[in-house]
């Protein structure tokens, strides 16, 4: 599963990629996750096929 974390505020972005990473091991799965700091930078990078939940 993709995964992208959007915040400006990075401290946050860090916590929330290390409670995803903690869940990857506890129920065996795996993530791609990728931080953007702005939805700009997010919506730059996101293919046109790209789902964006908010």
Known sequence: ???ALCDDILPLRR???AMMREYEREKNVRFQIRQ???GEELLKQAGKSTSILI
């Open 1 to 3: 599963m993709k995964i």
């Open 15 to 17: 916590m929330l990629e």
């Open 36 to 38: 953007f700091g702005s």
